[in-house]
């Protein structure tokens, strides 16, 4: 892939300035991963001291994203970049958006576990809970690894995930649904879970918004809004007569 | 030498053979110059002919045989034959040394990443992969830390020194990561990643059983105890069961310490975070451990030395009881007539310390690297006498340890021993001097 070579360019600095800032991203999503697995791991076992630590990784996270959104500016103000360097400017200031909404998500996360460490656990454990937030980590450290990369495949296949999460969302929705119905007092503790449950969907659209910005980074194709398959059988029918 | 000798009277013959077969075929024609012209074109064209075809065979070497030619041309050809062999010999056994070497550290059950000085992945091998999530070639290139995200791997690899591992706990699957990175030459650094789960697993029962263990002793203990205080207040007691009673409460007293010295522990251990950072007044905590080594019976003197009133940023608990460990021993190992002197100072790069000195007996260099240790004692007989656990110094060393603080031991043997500890800057919070004479005096 031709976007994939970031050492190109004469000015030896410009490519320093595209490396770090690109390399403070994925440093971004790092934190991002790490706080996303601390609010999981203090919902699952009802660690309430852990789950408020994750408000200190969200102000971190949101420094961050200031920083870099400086740094993207100074060099669209300074270097004027064209082409794949555009692209890549514009994918990292809309990826460190989604990022910090991760972030936001996860310290709400963390929130929630602190009250529901108070309250009584089901039966289960929060076993679905678990899974899913599972596959919606997986997403978001797959996303960013095909950011790493600039692998668009990687990216798609990691879209596609989306649709597995919002099931899961469903299936988790009418279950807390029917426990609220079988006993009313549950309810309290249902909703707490829903809203969990909601913010890690969200999280999981935010890990796909970002894996469209690697296809448009790598591709120069804006994806959003458009059905998976038909992406799919473009970018092969891109691909198709030059392999 | 007469090789050569014999190669170059070879050739001579061969040209005059040559010059003469010229001109008995000139002066069959008449022309004796013309004879010799022709035979000499002849040898020439030879010669060029042979040139040629050693030329063609040299571009060509790996598809063709050598061309078969007599004289000194057949000579040159086998040199360049032999030449070629032995390199390409040598050339083969290197192949063959560099595939065993790759072969053998790719099989190594650990992972390793070969980093160049940009952090970027040169080489890595097949468990490396496996455990880090790499994939194939195109993962050469990129820098590290883009792909092994966690913020304390990067903040490892940006720290300059590498003496300790780095163990990271994913919890998705579970699976605990021992990253090692040992830099070489020219920048190159190379990262060793071991799957240490099951270590960590075990570390993890050893600390819980130890926990239960302590937690289950004591509620026995408490019944014993509490009978034996009941049956001791009795004044009617017979004066033959008293004696081997108070002894029983005496050791009862003392498991009792060790038990509790024991939860301190395991609990210091499970708490994997850095301490609290709540301000802690080390003058009036120095003052009340100089209190409590006064309400001693056979106490010996205790001086205060107070040259900052700047407060400690920790958890007041575990310096409470790690300082108070200190003052104890220093207790135990200090005749009456000796003196005890709590000194807490700062230090010119802003760092601060406590440490409480005695004039007791001393402690010989060889017991100081171990004296940490959990249940290690200097003096077997002697320590147990005095009621000690053998836990102290381990507990003081673990409190330092989540403050960031080193202890310090400097030690004469008959003239007594300083402890100090000494905690960073950060764990330091200057005020104003509230007052400038020592307080409790």
Redo the contacts between chains.
Sequence with gaps: METADLSHHISRRFNEDL?RV??QV??M???V??LL?KS??SLIEGDSALGESVAIDDLRVNGMEVQIDEECSRILATRAPAASDLRLIVAIIKTITDLERIGDEGEKIGYLASRLAVMERPENKYREIKHL??IV??MVHDA??AF??L?ADGALRTARMDRVVDEEYEAIHRQCITFMMEDPRTIRRALDVMWAVRSLERIGDHAKNICEYVIYMVHGKDIRHTRLEDVEQHLNSEKGPTP | MTQSLRTAWFLLSRLMLVLAAGMLAGLMLGSLWVGVILSLGVALAWQLLNLFWLDEWLRHRNRHDPPDTPGLWGDVISQVVRLHRRKRYHKERLLQVLRELSQSTAALPDGVVVLNALDEITWFNQPAARLLGLRGRGDRGLRVSNLVRDPQFRDYLGRGEFAEPLVLRRTEPDVSLSFQIVPYSDGQRLLMVRDVSRQVQLETMRRDFVANASHELRSPLTVVTGHLELLLSDDALAEDVRSPLQEMQRQAYRMNGIVNDLLDLSRLDAQAREAASDEVDVVALCAILRKDVLARPGHPAVALSVETHARLLGDEPGILSAFSNLVDNAVKHTPESGVITLRWALLPDGAAQFSVADTGRGIAPEHLPRLAERFYRVDTGRSREAGGSGLGLAIVKNVLMHHGATIDVQSTPGAGSTFSCLFPARRVKIVAEERTDPPNE
Aim: charged share 35%.
């Design positions: 490396e690109r390399a994925l440093s999503g790092g934190i991963e790490a697995a999981l791991t937030g599972r980590s997986e960013l690894d790493a990369r692998d």
